[in-house]
């Protein structure tokens, strides 16, 4: 419910989104692990979805500055017409067959999260290939709103890659991370997918 936060308490928030650290500094300074970068979910401010023509339109007025709208690695809207209601309201999973119980992902995310950065190996040459498609997206967006800017969408892309690998535990040992061509290639993919949906208009 990010909407219940006011733009100035979000823009209070920057410097912990940057840095991944909570601080603070009074008689003696403290800092512990923050997970703001996680997931932000919010409705728009003062109406409805319908009240614009595009979703990309409702990002400004949720969130407010252009530096904290930048800080997000992936944004996207949701429309009520962008499934329909025949989809919404069938049974699509038997839970008694499910391959990857709620217990592995878990254990999954937890095995993500405790990989240090010596353990988050890029395969060689990867880099020029995040390199490419960095400019390749910067060239296809506009940058406002800055989600998508050339300085520096090559970060994103690489943190989605690295996101896609270990979802799909792409580790050979069980220690290291391996990131390969195809996760950039995906990581790219999924961000044009949400992009240029007629209902974002971005």
């Known amino acids: ?26 008689i003696q300074s403290e800092r512990t ?3 703001t970068r996680l997931l932000w979910l919010g409705n728009p401010r003062n109406g409805k979805m319908s009240d614009y ?8 007025p949720v969130i407010g500055n252009m530096e904290d709208i930048a800080r997000f690695d992936l944004v996207m809207s949701v429309h009520s017409s962008d499934v329909a209601a ?3 309201n069938k049974q699509h999973l038997d839970k008694s067959h499910q391959q990857y119980t709620p217990g592995l992902c878990n254990e999954l ?8 950065p010596e353990q988050i190996v890029w395969e060689k040459g990867v880099e020029k290939v995040v390199f490419k498609e960095a400019i390749d997206l910067g060239k296809k967006y506009v940058d406002y709103p800055p989600i998508i800017q050339s300085a520096n969408v090559r970060m994103k892309i690489a943190r989605i890659a690295v996101a896609m690998a270990a979802r799909t535990f792409n580790s050979p040992n069980c220690i290291d991370l391996l990131i390969e061509e195809r996760h950039v290639v995906d990581a790219v993919r999924f961000m044009d997918m949400m992009y240029s949906m007629e209902s974002f208009g971005y």
């Open 86 to 88: 025949t989809e919404i």
């Open 33 to 35: 692990l923050a997970r």
């Open 1 to 26: 419910e990010i909407s219940g936060l006011a733009t100035e308490e979000i823009a209070q928030l920057s410097s912990v989104r940057s840095s991944g650290e909570a601080q603070i500094t009074k």
């Open 53 to 60: 023509t595009y979703g990309v339109q409702a990002i400004a």
């Open 109 to 116: 995310v937890m095995w993500a999260w405790s990989r240090k």
